[in-house]
């Protein structure tokens, strides 16, 4: 089996491109391909129920499509609130996982969120997600709050 080796990713080579209204069904593909097993695994996954849960809780203006070299690998939702840079959600595209995009891409977050009046950066992830919930312990974030389904994370900034 051959394995692949990448260049660790600069921020120069990740943009955050803000997504369309307009382009809501390919966003929401993707959410699906990142998330929907876990929502499937407890709720059980309905593509309407699921598109309106995403439009009622998470504004438009915080999605942004995240590119690498011009391609569309994945997206991001947040927004600042009570000091706090909330990311909604962020998904890679497979195909781009474990190149450091995600890592970029929070770096990028953390040097954004006191530009916006936030000293911390949240986020909710699924227990069951263990990828996603290492990543971000690796990240420097730690426990605030475990709830049946998800565990809630945070990381104090300019500490």
């Avoid at 809501?24 to 097993?37: D, S, Y």
């Avoid at 605030?144 to 990381?155: A, D, G, Q, S």
Wanted: hydrophobic fraction near 35%.
């Amino acid at each position: 089996m051959k394995t692949e080796t990448f260049e660790p990713v600069s921020l120069d080579a990740v943009t955050f491109e803000p997504a369309s209204p307009s382009e809501f069904e390919a966003q929401f593909r993707l959410i699906k391909q990142g998330v929907g097993e876990f929502v499937d695994a407890i709720w059980g996954w309905d593509d309407d129920a699921q598109r309106q849960r995403i439009q009622e809780r998470n504004p438009q203006s915080g999605f942004h499509w995240l590119a690498y070299h011009g391609q569309r690998v994945g997206l991001v939702c947040y927004h600042p609130y009570d000091k706090n840079l909330h990311v909604h959600l962020l998904v890679i595209k497979k195909r781009y996982q474990a190149m450091g995009i995600g890592r970029e891409v929070m770096n990028r977050l953390e040097s954004h969120a006191p530009q916006v009046g936030c000293d911390a950066i949240t986020l909710s992830s699924f227990n069951d997600n263990h990828a996603a919930v290492g990543f971000y312990r690796a990240l420097g974030f730690y426990t605030v709050k475990t709830e049946p389904h998800f565990i809630n994370l945070r990381k104090n900034l300019g500490q």
